[in-house]
């Protein structure tokens, strides 16, 4: 769609090489002023290796759209004072969504991912029927943090929805804990009622996506994020890029197997070390109408000693995820392992030392091992990013 995106910076009938020259020498300036800051016209020409007549050229077609604004002089000292150039980031906004299985947390944010606000409300679809009540709680949450931040349809350029599961062939597989989500009904009802572009990714893969933009992945080229709560999933960042494998299912590690006595006799979309980490283990506290407060306290029955069954269990529960480690590690060799999730993060602060010491005793290459410290925006984030990388890809 991207019809908000298409304005036309040249239309004097130039041949099209010259027009992609052009274009081309636009995002250059664009990216410039996004990643480095405001530039003047003669810092952007030295930059960019790039002439100042094609600088300014370009700056003006750029400036008449809107895409970047003047915000002053500069500080330099000699001759006239040069004039600041600037990425306009409020020229539109991106919505980001984390649709959960308790709650749906939704960001917006400005074009160089800026939060603006953030809301968050309880996911009453749960795990019943067939997604049509979240697509109404994200229309309405949409239209709520629109209504709080004062801004409207019309600012909002791409909307990002991150959802558990995989999608393949307009259906979400592997979320055996939520409903199933019929993609194209979300995207058309969202995209429809908006005007803008709807993307659905794997809430996993954007939690990876927002650790390497704004969290402890910053700096780090190859790493593994781990969603661990009421499910178990986790996302590969390869040499920069994000791996998803030959049918989006890299990452699906419920289906490893860490013990033989959990092989299964035939396939079940709840995996074998993610029976054995989540469903079996901690049913009874997914009844609870706070997971995560639940866990809390299901983390400081361990820790006091008063509950033998929390002991026994939150032992064989870090004994495999040791090993999952182990085998995560020995494949992907990453730089940075991330554990996040309701139960990865306070697991985390209680087995993390003991994880580090596993790793190091069964392996030659230790990655650095970091709880997430994003307080569960990463994902949110991650959409941020994936929708302002859409947003820049279609600009001309």
Not at 279 to 297: C, M, P, Q, R, T
Request: aromatic share 8%; net charge negative.
């Amino acid at each position: 769609m991207m019809k908000k995106q298409t304005d036309k910076l040249n239309s004097n009938g130039n041949a099209r090489s010259h027009e992609t020259i052009a274009e081309h020498n636009k995002q250059l300036i664009l990216d410039a002023l996004r990643f480095n800051g405001n530039m003047s016209r003669a810092d952007l020409s030295r930059h960019l290796n790039m002439s100042f007549p094609a600088i300014s050229s370009n700056a003006k077609g750029l400036l008449e759209a809107n895409y970047i604004v003047e915000i002053g002089a500069g500080d330099n000292t000699l001759g006239r004072k040069s004039i600041l150039l600037a990425f306009n980031a409020t020229r539109g906004y991106i919505i980001g969504v984390d649709l959960g299985r308790f709650r749906i947390r939704m960001m917006l944010a400005d074009l160089l991912g800026n939060e603006v606000m953030s809301v968050e409300t309880t996911n009453t679809a749960g795990s019943q029927g067939g997604g049509e009540e979240s697509i109404t709680l994200i229309h309405d949450q949409v239209l709520d943090i629109l209504k709080k931040s004062g801004k409207t349809k019309e600012d909002i350029l791409c909307i990002v929805i991150g959802i558990p599961g995989i999608i393949n062939e307009g259906m979400s597989y592997l979320a055996p804990f939520t409903e199933k989500y019929q993609e194209q009904d979300m995207i058309h009802v969202l995209q429809d009622a908006f005007e803008v572009d709807v993307i659905l990714e794997n809430c996993v893969n954007l939690g990876a996506i927002g650790e390497q933009w704004k969290g402890a992945g910053v700096n780090y080229n190859n790493i593994t994020y781990i969603a661990y709560g009421v499910g178990l999933g986790a996302a590969h960042i390869v040499d920069g890029e994000l791996y998803t494998g030959a049918k989006g299912a890299a990452g699906e590690i419920g289906f490893l197997v860490t013990d033989p006595v959990n092989m299964s006799n035939t396939y079940d979309e709840v995996g074998s070390l993610e029976e054995t980490l989540s469903i079996s283990k901690i049913a009874h506290y997914l009844k609870a109408g706070n997971f995560d407060e639940e866990i809390v306290k299901l983390i400081q029955s361990y820790k006091n000693g008063d509950d033998m069954y929390a002991k026994l269990m939150l032992d064989e529960i870090a004994l495999n995820f040791a090993i999952m480690l182990v085998n995560i590690v020995a494949i992907l060799n990453p730089e940075i392992i991330i554990i996040a999730g309701g139960l990865g993060y306070n697991l985390g602060k209680l087995f993390l030392e003991n994880w580090k010491e596993t790793l190091s005793r069964q392996l030659p290459f230790v990655p650095k091992l970091a709880l997430s410290e994003l307080n569960h925006t990463e994902t949110m984030l991650g959409a941020v990013n994936t929708g302002i990388i859409h947003v820049h890809k279609y600009l001309f």
